[in-house]
T-cell receptor, first 114, second 112 residues
């Protein structure tokens, strides 16, 4: 069945360093890959997304890369700041799906140490 | 602009009781979704409404769960009777198209 694996489960970096979170999806028909950030007491917030016809997308300090052949996609955060500390979720959606059904990864808890 | 609103934020009930969760989507969003996160695991899809119609309910665990969306506006998710394994955080989300979902803060449900 559809599956998204996310690694690592926890990540601790020093302020100013870069952080990378990786996801692998199982269904090659997936065509949309969003990343969500969840802060304590809040719901997941969309921070960046990418479609399968694009290999890379950037938005200020965050970027997402997609390797369709390997079925991998990654989130890159540069110049990390303490406010980047949160749980990050990757997700994938099937091309054939006419619904909003997203398959989520297990989440990565990012801690940025001042 | 108001975001997706969910209430209650927390609910503690005993096994066998009934609980109803409510979600108010962003105004103008025809698409409304329910997701659930059980402790430490991934966020799982429950169902998707387009206006008042159920587009996809493939993620609903069993017939103890009933979702409705009256008039294509707010939605309710009822669990009756609740079981211990139903504990978790229930998220509602809405969107204009089938991408860029906006999530609410969730309802933390504890079944004792």
């Amino acid at each position: 069945g559809e599956n998204v694996e996310q690694h690592p489960s926890t990540l601790s970096v020093q302020e100013g360093d870069s952080a990378v979170i990786k996801c692998t999806y199982s269904d090659s028909a997936s065509n949309y890959f969003p990343w969500y950030k969840q802060e304590l007491g809040k719901g997941p917030q969309l921070i960046i997304d990418i479609r399968s016809n694009v290999g890379e997308k950037k938005d200020q300090r965050i970027a997402v890369t997609l390797n369709k052949t390997a079925k991998h996609f990654s989130l890159h955060i540069t110049e990390t700041q303490p406010e980047d500390s949160a749980v990050y979720f990757c997700a994938a959606r099937l091309f054939s799906s006419n619904t909003g059904k997203l398959i989520f990864g297990q989440g990565t808890t990012l801690q940025v140490k001042p | 602009e108001a975001g997706v609103t969910q209430f209650p934020s927390h609910s503690v009930i005993e096994k066998g009781q009934t609980v109803t969760l409510r979600c108010d989507p962003i105004s103008g969003h025809d698409n409304l979704y329910w997701y659930r996160r059980v402790m430490g695991k991934e966020i799982k899809f429950l169902l998707h409404f387009v206006k008042e119609s159920k587009q996809d309910e493939s993620g609903m665990p069993n017939n103890r769960f009933l979702a409705e969306r009256t008039g294509g506006t707010y939605s309710t998710l009822k669990v009756q009777p609740a079981e211990l394994e139903d504990s978790g955080v229930y998220f509602c989300a809405s969107s204009f198209i089938n991408e860029k979902l906006f999530f609410g803060s969730g309802t933390q449900l504890s079944v004792l």
